[in-house]
């Protein structure tokens, strides 16, 4: 089971990889892990409806991928 959970962690970290590169996504905020000296900042749900922000916000976007990156580090530790 947790082989099938890492695959599908690093399935959505490169999807959502690709739109941070197709944003250009990675030039907003280029400090980790806090983007502009804050956990999560206050442009992360910018655009209207909220849904919006998932796939054409490049703050969201860049989020969305630093946490699928963490959480597929520490899944990617466990070994039971």
């Not at 983007?35 to 860049?62: C, G, H």
Request: net charge negative.
């Amino acid at each position: 089971m947790l082989a099938h959970t890492c695959k599908g962690l690093v399935f959505l970290t490169a999807l959502s990889g690709a739109f941070v590169a197709g944003l250009d996504a990675g030039l907003v905020y280029n400090s980790f892990p806090k983007m502009a000296d804050k956990w999560i900042p206050d442009d992360v749900l910018a655009y209207s409806p909220a849904i919006r922000n998932i796939t054409e916000n490049p703050t969201t976007v860049q989020f969305d991928h630093r946490i699928l990156v963490t959480t597929n580090s520490f899944n990617s530790l466990d070994t039971n």
